[in-house]
């Protein structure tokens, strides 16, 4: 009984909290669908309900990292490139966004995607020996999305099974976030829903989702996207054709004004910034790193196995070493061939489109530092996902 009388008075207090979050959350964001697409927004990324509400027929879900954040400011970027066509991109991730948080929110999105298409940029470095770092992991962690997927009814029990091991494993270094997840985990895949429990996971629920909404328009507001009573701005004159050579030509033009006073085909910024300080140190580190072992397949065999299930097509986007500077850390050749050998035969498992961009380790005008692309980089990304939304 007094169980029972605490669990009222926390129910009644979360009630509050709720009603107080509600009503500051009712104001709508005023942007268009490609402003709030191509933003990047740890806040976005992890409020699952903002998200489905934008997606639309011309939305594709393209899920990366801290690539995003890179070349914001230049014309490849991909809020700068679709900015006038019909596509409309929604760009998910930022740094330590891996395999396993992508599964999890797109498991999440699912039923509320129009487009049945889906992108994940692979990044070679998510693909170490040890993977996801657990405090990467629970940094990026959403909990609106994690309840989405577990309440996916187009999803296998048995792999939502393997995805709330997996992030059981990652999360137990976090005893508040481990202690919710086995509280969803056990309402939804082991039958625990006595009535305490539905009105736990209910309430718990909207309120995260309160919460999110209300993260996400304090931060649109800090950032300047928030515009209240704002209209829709009129459509631009959409095209239907993107120069690729031109842009592909621009950008070499730019890139080799940024690149032309360091030895690893990249940003004389990025390079005197973050890596001539530690330089010495980098030579020959790598020599007994290997990719072609590690948790990250697993977890991305997750994210597979969700388009599968739920008949999403799936193209991934390889993205290349930074060869230069991988071959002075002493990175094998074998092992950078291993890792592209892995993810083609994933992709052909799972008849995956396969956007290789391996052959670009030297390419000039490719990367920006040691692990993201810029300039010619961001084009032949754009360009591949650009034309797999145009596949019938």
Known sequence: MKKIAAFLTAFVLFIGAVSSLHALTYVKLGVDNHTFGTW??????????????????????????????????????PRAIFKNTNMAPMLIGTAYSQSMTHAIALASLEPDMKNRKAV???SPQWFSKEGVIP????????????????NNKHISKELKKRIAARSESLLKSKPALYSRILKYDEFY???NKSFLDS????????????????????????????????????????INIIEWNQLAENATRDARKATCNNPFNMSDKAYKRNIRPIEKTKKNRDKNRRFDTSPEYHDLICFLDVCKETGI???????PFNGRWYDYTGLPEEQRENYYSKIRGLAEEYNAQLADLSRNEYSTCFMEDVAHVGWKGWVSVNESIYNFYNEN
């Open 40 to 77: 990047t927004n740890i806040y976005k990324y992890n409020s699952r309900n903002a998200v489905a509400e934008r997606l639309t027929n011309n939305t594709l879900l393209v899920f990366g990292s801290s690539e995003f954040n890179h070349g914001r400011k230049t014309p490849y970027h």
């Open 120 to 122: 994940l940029i692979l």
């Open 135 to 150: 405090k990467d992991y629970a940094l990026r962690y959403s909990e609106s999305n994690y309840a989405g997927m577990l």
């Open 189 to 191: 895949l082991e039958g």
């Open 199 to 238: 009105l736990y996971i209910c309430m718990r629920k909207q309120f995260v989702n309160e919460q999110d909404s209300l993260s996400l328009l304090a931060s649109a507001k800090f950032t300047r996207l928030y515009k209240k009573n704002t209209q829709t701005p009129q459509t631009a004159n959409k």
């Open 313 to 319: 097509e799936p193209m991934l986007v390889m993205l």
